[in-house]
T-cell receptor
């Protein structure tokens, strides 16, 4: 089983649509969770952190369910510029010491069309 | 800030040749990570350093791969000898280690093609 698992997609949606991505992680001791975005032929960049209570940043909403070891990302009112690969990312370092080691999912490809 | 700087951007070499990838992290960052990305395997962590000390190299595929960080502003990833299956995009990333919500900054990557 992969440590961080995502539906690879691709998701093809029209502008204005709402789309949701899901992710599961294997290590129940994981402490920190993130969504990164990667444009074609570019480096990954942090989109948002995911907090236990859920959090929102404009059109983007992230949720965490620790009991089910599940993370989600919801994008409302999709824009053409949202087309990218979305990476689910987990810090699985246990205990009190963290060096910022992040484990990445395979990514979910999103294409928003006119 | 210039961000994480990697060189070269592209490298094409023949099987058996030595390849050296370079990385300059963001000034003030104390953690540095080398990742490899392929279509099949996604982003894989190869090795990471904290305060210039290698912490975990369990992701390094085999002895042909080695990495060094002689000082806080420079790191290298070396492949010797290179093989076609090493073809991938190699990313260097850095962060300032401060708890568990530190942001990871990536360089633009080195596209390596081994013929």
């Amino acid at each position: 089983r992969k440590e961080v698992e995502q539906d690879p997609g691709p998701f093809n949606v029209p502008e204005g649509a709402t789309v949701a991505f899901n992710c599961t992680y294997s290590n129940s001791a994981s402490q920190s969770f993130f969504w990164y975005r990667q444009d074609c032929r570019k480096e990954p960049k942090l989109l948002m952190s995911v907090y236990s209570s859920g959090n929102e940043d404009g059109r983007f909403t992230a949720q965490l369910n620790r009991a089910s070891q599940y993370i989600s990302l919801l994008i409302r009112d999709s824009k053409l510029s949202d087309s990218a690969t979305y990476l689910c990312v987990v810090n699985m370092e246990a205990g009190g010491t963290s060096y910022g080691k992040l484990t990445f999912g395979q990514g979910t490809i999103l294409t928003v069309h006119p | 800030d210039a961000g994480v700087i990697q060189s070269p951007r592209h490298e094409v070499t023949e099987m058996g040749q030595e390849v050296t990838l370079r990385c300059k992290p963001i000034s003030g960052h104390n953690s540095l990570f080398w990742y490899r990305q392929t279509m099949m395997r996604g982003l894989e962590l190869l090795i990471y350093f904290n305060n210039n000390v290698p912490i975990d190299d369990s992701g390094m595929p085999e002895d042909r791969f080695s990495a060094k960080m002689p000082n806080a502003s420079f790191s290298t990833l070396k492949i010797q000898p290179s093989e076609p299956r090493d073809s991938a995009v190699y990313f260097c990333a850095s962060s300032f280690h401060r708890g568990r919500n530190e942001k990871l900054f990536f360089g633009s990557g080195t596209q390596l093609s081994v013929l």
